[in-house]
């Protein structure tokens, strides 16, 4: 399962992201990025069970929270001080999601389905950012591709949490 | 006076009059009181009347827990507690078919001779100060209280322990306990010969309680006398060579008896049998050390624990006498039926009216206190 | 001073022979028990006392028995010669809880028996002095029967102590309180 | 009366003893001067200040509050009723682990210092001081709450504190047999054997009525009340007092989760009551006939002419019906599989519980008039809307019987089985593929079920066992029970702890092994599940079939698509209210498809669900003790 098969919902966005110099640039197409995710899971929502919809939504509302924060950021004064503070407290890498597989989602997926697709999500997000922080020079930028990836991967950790308090339940 | 309101009213012959002597505390057992009709100072007719220090025993203790019942025995007999305690233990062990081991029992007859000790130095007091001679009971008092200093370090409370519990004792010797044991009973022994120049063998005590409250050995048989008044008429019985318990079988010690019977006979056996208890000690004290080994048996939860149905009547020898308790069981966890038989039943009653009949009115209190008689158990 | 001591079995024989439907039974080291019919109680210790040396009356105990509607008069004899206790059980009904006094074979019974009519009520018949005792000043039912509730007529004759300490109030300010 | 005055001599009767005490010479008259010696002795004087009391001395009380646990047991013992139980808001208070906020008050006027209260105190917190002197005129003075520091707190030495010989609690627990591991390790005979008559008198007598137990109960069980009828020798009134909670005394006594136990206050300090074998004890002594007797005797006599359906016959379903059914409404319960009793039968091996134990739980069930209709599964043989028109009221309570997988790679190969399904197998009898060496992830009670019950295939038809688990969890803090790991370690079930799974290695078509990760912590730093894995320490178990028990799903297609949609839902559960009430006003749910854990929880849920809709049909206010 390579990378790019991880990151179909980001067409092409390797590309873009390296050939992108300014801040305002990389920042609106991850922006973009989050865009696509929310209404994918806003246009999934109605299709799914009930019994899973509160979970698609939930979901829909965590990438949109993405979507404020990175605009924030964008809309944000003196932004490279900004990005400073931020990148402060990088959170773990728990490295559950590796070893999860990235499952279809068809029309009628369960919860277990849905997280899993999701933590694939982030995960190849985070990884593709970390890997451009990598790459490029010291400076706001690299700063940016830091805080992107943080950002991620926080969000990974959460679903890591709520996959393990759905799926482990039940029994005793 | 109007002829029809005239009713005849009996009044005793006028060089007769009646007396009540008490209820008050004379010497130092128990409040009692008894109503002495009287020619002179000679007593013609005495009426004993207890009941002042009815606590109820038997009936409460109907509706407390086996265990529970360990708390209120020592209370029945103020001077003497110990053998209540040891007592009743024996009837619901008897009962409950309960093993006590080896080393609760030597301590239980520690506990059992001191307390003789203890009653006995009480009855030094006591027959000195029913015919006003004081000092002997402020020796004989301060001597009982090293004892209850003991008892404190023992078992946590000088005159009731609750320490004898059904199946041992509940603790066992603290250090040295022993030790100061044997320094006590010589500290004692070394002051009986002061006792015995002070008081007992002074003319005018001797003089005084020679005669006074004779019982013969027919009398006191009748009577139901039993303990150290029944030995001073001569008669050698004692429960502990009798009806044998704990491990008095393994003990040398003497009966000691007198053969006139009267209030001096009581006295001297009375200081004969601290002496004795001394001996019975000092043997404790030398065994005690090797026999090791619990100090009780395992019990069932007490909340819970039933003794089987059945009924027995546990004796023991405390310093009045002979005293039983008779248990009843229905199996249930608490007693159907406890019927203490205190000795003093006999000799604060009936035998004290009998004797008071021939006595006169300054012997009174010196005969009731030569019978050692202990109102508390009568009262229950 | 030997006294020999008499093995039970001479004394049960005696017993049985003469009295008749009597059991005994043998109760521990020293300790016999004799079931025997009530009117027989006086011979048998008149001949406990006589032929065998049980002279001592050591105690007479009554037990109230409702649920049979009984009370149970066990006498126990001590025989100095034998060392033996002979306890002589015998049940009469509570009501009119009448027997007879054997005051006249053992000067002791004189307190037992009137103990046992204070406390029980039972009348013991040529008893010499059946005379109130211990509760001069009662007016009450002999407080020894079962169906005298001791707790009842404690809390209907006295107060129950009501300790207001000032821990007490803190704790009643905060809500709490003493359970009943 | 004898004549006053004359000396008879008496008559010979025994010889009298050489110890002659009469006092040898009367002495001169002034023999008592010599006591004037002590005028010139030192004096004695003793110190004005009040004399330290002894070490054992029992003075007044004091009480450790952060050990006492607001038990009662001293006020229980106390033989003069001194001790009364304050109740104080805010002191801690936790009924799951047996600790009420009161402490003991004693009253001076009526205490005689016997120390039963310390000898007896489970956690040992009372205790009687060397202080001894109150002076006061105030009576309020006597009536002391004792702290460490004691009644006036001066914080005197401890006196009589508690102590081996004084100690009165029975702190061991009785003896149970179990059958050995080697007799045991190829079939699913019963291991507990249950007390014998009198072993369960004596392990009865240890509880000390303190009541931990009835309010640490999820279905707050009356077993102060049914331990001391053992212990009275009453088995039948036990019986009645198990039933007044509980209808499935059989299961509950072999397989409960035993919360009671855990706040039992004498495993303070000892090992706490057998109260769940106590249990099983009582039913095994009573014969079915006298026990439906006696959980029927309360059954209402007429009927309420209202019909109830029951989806799943576990242990809420039942117990809804038994309740349903005892308060006269008509009660049909729909089950799917063969035979009734959901996980309880299909999900339990029957070394821990019998079937025909069970059978008899049920069948008192049963006598009380519901009807169980198996091989009827709702949504495939009967349309759930069928059931909701010819019914007042429906009851889901279908469990959680799908079983998770963990969707690692290759494990959708057909070696790899969820241990639900495996363990429902065994059951019903079914064959299946089983191989010589097998691997169980997952570190749950239902885990070591399925892996003790392959151990036992495996020896029955290779003659050897080789079953591997792997759990995520540390030694320490495994969910199986304790008892689970250390009987399945001896059945041969080697345990692997702190191990995370990352794929099933499948090598042409069979399955080779099953590759685990190291699992560094579980819970992160807001204490949520959160495992952590560390990439690099692999390790691979060779096994040829894998069994995934790492948890377990409800299916509830049945409800179908306006049912769903009318209902509100809470992470894939219908959610309910306390009484087990749903959106939709007619519909209730009960049991592990909405909240776990275990089957006592279920039955609780049961009595809930039953009391509400008894008052929702019209019944009024139920006679059944609705455990709040």
Not at chain 1, 71 to 100: M, N, Q, S, W, Y
Not at chain 1, 111 to 125: H, K, P, S, T, V
Request: charged fraction near 25%; include cysteine; aromatic fraction near 8%.
């Amino acid at each position: 399962m390579t990378d790019t098969e991880k990151t179909e919902g980001h067409s092409g966005a390797h590309a873009a992201l390296a050939s992108a110099k300014t801040l305002e640039e990389v920042l609106n197409t991850a922006i973009g990025f989050e865009d696509t995710a929310r209404t994918f899971y806003a246009a999934l929502a109605p299709k799914v069970s009930k019994p899973m919809r509160a979970l698609v939504e939930e979901l829909a509302e965590e990438e949109q929270r993405h979507y404020d924060l990175f605009t924030g950021v964008r809309d944000h004064p003196d932004t490279v001080a900004h990005l400073k503070d931020l990148i402060a407290t990088p959170p773990e890498d728990h490295k559950f999601a590796d070893f999860v597989q990235m499952p279809k989602l068809d029309d009628n997926p369960d919860d277990q389905a849905i997280l899993q697709y999701a933590m694939g999500r982030e995960d190849a997000a985070y990884k593709q950012y970390s890997a451009l922080a990598e790459t490029t020079p010291d400076g706001p930028l690299r700063d940016l591709f830091r805080f992107l990836a943080d950002e991620e991967l926080r969000h990974k950790g959460e679903l890591e949490k709520t996959y393990y308090e759905i799926i482990h339940s039940g029994g005793v | 006076m109007r002829p029809e309101n005239y009713r005849p009213v009996s009044h005793p012959p006028s060089h007769e009059y009646e007396l009540y002597f008490g209820p008050n505390h004379p010497g130092i057992e128990g409040n009692y009181a008894i109503r002495v009709r009287l020619k002179g100072d000679e007593v013609q007719e005495a009426i004993a009347d207890g009941g002042y220090l009815h606590r109820g025993f038997e009936k409460i203790m109907e509706e407390r827990l086996w265990i529970q019942n360990v708390a209120l025995v020592p209370r029945i007999c103020v001077p003497d507690p110990v053998p209540m305690e040891e007592c009743y233990s024996r009837a619901v062990e008897q009962l409950g078919g309960l093993e006590v081991p080896a080393r609760a029992q030597w301590i239980r007859v520690m506990m059992l001779e001191m307390s003789r000790i203890c009653a006995h130095l009480f009855t030094f007091g006591g027959n000195a100060a029913t015919i006003g001679f004081y000092t002997n009971m402020f020796w004989g008092v301060s001597m009982r209280d090293l004892f209850l200093d003991l008892f404190e370090e023992i078992t946590g409370a000088r005159i009731y322990h609750m320490y004898i519990t059904p199946g041992g004792v509940r603790r066992d010797l603290p250090e040295g306990l022993l030790d100061r044991l044997a320094a006590l009973l010589d500290d004692l022994e070394s002051r009986l010969p002061d006792f015995e120049d002070l008081f007992f063998s002074n003319t005018v005590v001797i003089n005084r309680a020679t005669g006074t409250g004779t019982i013969s050995a027919e009398e006191a048989l009748a009577w139901g006398v039993t303990g150290p008044n029944l030995r001073a008429s001569g008669l050698p019985f004692d429960v502990r060579r009798d009806d044998p318990y704990l491990v008095y079988p393994e003990l040398e010690f003497e009966v000691p008896t007198m053969k006139d019977g009267d209030a001096l006979a009581r006295m001297m056996v009375r200081k004969a049998e601290v002496l004795e208890s001394i001996k019975i000690l000092r043997q404790v004290i030398a065994r005690l050390p090797h026999i090791e080994g619990p100090v009780r048996c395992p019990l069932p939860n007490p909340l819970a624990w039933n003794i089987p149905a059945g009924d027995t009547f546990a004796r023991v020898e405390s310093s009045k006498g002979e005293l039983g308790f008779f248990v009843v069981s229905t199996g249930g966890a608490k007693p159907w039926r406890v019927h203490v038989r205190g000795p003093s039943q006999m000799h604060a009653v009936q035998v004290l009216e009998r004797l008071l009949a021939r006595g006169r009115l300054e012997d009174i209190a010196q005969i009731m206190f030569s019978l050692d008689a202990c109102p508390p158990e009568v009262d229950r | 001073m030997t006294v020999e001591t008499g093995t039970p079995a001479t004394i049960v024989d005696t017993i049985q022979h003469e009295i008749p439907g009597i059991k005994v039974t043998k109760q521990g080291e020293r300790r016999l028990r004799i079931d025997v019919a009530r009117d027989s109680l006086p011979a048998l210790l008149e001949l406990l006392k006589g032929r065998l040396g049980f002279i001592h009356l050591s105690a007479i105990s009554c037990v109230d028995w409702p649920e049979t509607d009984e009370f149970e008069l066990v006498y126990h004899v001590w025989s100095y010669e034998r060392k033996t206790l002979a306890s002589a059980h015998i049940t009469i009904p509570r009501n009119p809880g009448r027997f007879v006094s054997v005051y006249d074979i053992h000067t002791p019974a004189g307190f037992y028996e009137r103990d046992i009519h204070e406390m029980f009520g039972v009348v013991f018949v040529g008893a010499p002095n059946l005379r109130p005792f211990i509760l001069t000043s009662w007016g009450g039912p002999p407080p020894m029967l079962k169906s005298f509730n001791t707790r009842e007529y404690v809390n209907q004759t006295y107060e129950w102590v009501d300790y207001q300490p000032d821990w007490l109030k803190d704790v009643e300010a905060k809500g709490g309180g003493v359970e009943k | 009366m004898e004549q006053k005055g004359t000396k008879t001599r008496p008559r010979k009767l025994y010889e009298v003893p050489n110890m002659d005490v009469t006092p040898k010479n009367k002495g001169s008259f002034l023999r008592p001067l010599k006591a004037l010696s002590f005028l010139f002795r030192e004096p004695v004087t003793l110190p004005m200040e009040p004399r330290p009391a002894a070490e054992n001395y029992r003075g007044f009380h004091v009480n450790d509050w952060e050990k006492c646990i607001g038990c009662g047991t001293c006020a229980e013992i106390c033989d003069n009723e001194a001790i009364s139980m304050v109740h104080i808001p805010d002191l801690p208070e936790d009924h799951k682990n047996g600790i009420k906020p009161r402490r003991p008050a004693i009253d001076y006027g009526r205490c005689c210092w016997c120390a039963l209260c310390v000898d007896i105190c489970p956690t040992g917190s009372i205790a009687l001081s060397r202080e001894y002197i109150h002076i006061s005129r105030e009576m309020n003075t006597f009536f002391i709450l004792p702290d460490e520091k004691g009644m006036h707190g001066l914080g005197y030495p401890i006196g009589w504190g508690k102590n081996e010989d004084s100690d009165l609690l029975d702190l061991k627990r009785q003896p149970m047999g179990e059958v050995e591991p080697e007799a045991r390790s190829d079939n699913f005979d019963e291991i507990v054997d249950g007390f014998d008559a009198h072993t369960a008198l004596i392990e009865a007598s240890r509880c000390i009525q303190c009541g931990m137990c009835h309010e640490a109960c999820p279905t707050n069980m009356h077993a102060p009340q049914y331990i001391r009828a053992i212990w009275e020798g009453n088995v039948e009134k036990a019986v009645e007092e198990i039933y007044r909670t509980n209808p499935f005394p059989q299961v509950c006594g072999r397989v409960c989760t035993h919360r009671c136990e855990t706040a039992c206050s004498i495993g303070r300090r000892g090992e706490p009551v057998a109260i769940r074998w106590l249990k099983r004890y009582a039913i095994d002594a009573v014969s079915p006939a006298k026990v439906k007797k006696i959980a029927l005797a309360d059954k209402a006599k007429k009927k309420s002419g209202k019909k109830v359906a029951i989806v799943g016959s576990g242990p809420a379903g039942l117990t809804t019906a038994f309740d349903l059914a005892k308060l006269g409404h008509a009660v049909t319960v729909y089950e799917s599989k063969e035979k009734p009793g959901g996980m309880m039968r299909y999900g339990i091996p029957e070394y821990r519980l019998p079937y025909d134990k069970l059978d008899a739980d049920i069948a008192v069930i049963e006598a009380a008039g519901v009807a169980i209709e198996c091989g009827k599964a709702i949504g495939r043989d009967i349309g759930f809307d069928a059931l909701r028109s010819d019914n007042d009221a429906v009851v889901v309570a279908t469990g959680l019987g799908q079983g998770r997988s963990t969707r690692i790679p290759g494990s959708d190969q057909p070696g790899v089985f969820s241990a639900v399904d495996l363990l429902a197998r065994v059951t019903a009898g079914e064959s299946f593929d089983l191989k010589e060496s097998a691997a169980v992830i997952g570190g749950g009670n239902v885990a070591f079920d399925i892996a003790r019950s392959l151990a036992r295939l495996q020896k029955k038809t290779f003659g050897k066992v080789d079953v591997t688990l792997v759990a995520l969890e540390a030694r320490d803090r495994m969910l199986a029970d304790e008892e689970e790991v250390i009987e399945g370690g001896e059945e041969g079930v080697k345990v692997f702890t702190g191990r995370g799974p990352k794929q099933i290695v499948v090598e042409n078509g069979a399955i080779k092994g099953l590759e685990t990760v190291l699992c560094l912590s579980i819970f992160d730093e807001e204490g949520r599940f959160h495992p952590k894995y560390d990439e690099a320490d692999v390790i691979l178990h060779p096994a040829a079939m894998v069994v995934e028990a790492i948890g377990q799903a409800t299916d509830v297609s049945y409800l179908g698509k306006d049912v769903t949609e009318a209902l509100e839902w809470e992470r894939g559960r219908i959610k309910i209210g306390r009484d087990g009430s749903t959106a939709v006003p007619w519909l209730f749910a009960a049991g592990d498809m909405v909240e776990g854990p275990d089957v006592i929880h279920a039955v609780a849920a049961g009595h809930r669900t039953a009391s509400a809709i008894d008052t929702f049909l019209g019944g009024g206010s139920s006679k059944l003790e609705a455990a709040e």
